[in-house]
């Protein structure tokens, strides 16, 4: 019994210490569910910081900037310091913004204006713009 134990002694210990190895870094860990408005969150989000890069690449959306006084660089940087849901409500403003500006419907209020004064002025008889309206003198 003596050799045996002799020939064991050494195994027993060299596999107590590998099953320690195997079991020592293993450490529990807690799993939760991930919701699926997280998920599109985030993708939302990185679709909106996107859109803002490729605003910002831009050389006109650039002069603009620099015209107001802010680096370029430092845009960037105040971009990518952003939250997830502050970069989607700028990029759902930015969306919703009037494109040109309203300059047809401003030019449209403005003859139509002019139209009325000129038919109230016709109206009265200080001029004679119109010929189909008849004046009261």
């Known amino acids: ?3 045996l134990q002799k020939t064991l002694k050494p195994m027993s210990l060299s596999l107590a210490v ?3 190895l195997m079991v020592a ?3 529990s860990v807690p799993a939760a569910m991930i ?3 997280a998920i599109m969150d985030s993708a939302r989000g990185r ?5 803002l890069h ?3 690449a831009r050389k006109d959306v650039q002069a603009a900037i620099v015209a107001h006084g802010i680096d370029a660089d430092e845009a960037w940087a105040r971009i990518n310091s952003l939250s997830d849901n502050e970069v989607i409500r700028i990029a759902d403003q930015i969306d919703q913004l009037p494109a040109g ?3 047809a419907e401003f030019l449209l209020i403005i003859i139509l204006v ?4 000129l038919v109230i002025l016709d109206l009265t008889g200080v001029t004679d713009v119109f010929t189909f309206i008849k004046s009261q003198r």
């Not at 679709?47 to 859109?51: L, T, V």
């Not at 002019?114 to 004064?117: K, P, S, W």
């Open 54 to 56: 490729q605003l910002m």
């Open 1 to 3: 019994m003596t050799v």
């Open 18 to 20: 590998i099953m320690f």
């Open 47 to 51: 679709e909106a910081r996107e859109y």
């Open 101 to 103: 500006g309203g300059l």
């Open 114 to 117: 002019g139209f009325i004064v």
């Open 35 to 37: 919701d699926t408005e």
């Open 25 to 27: 870094p293993v450490q």
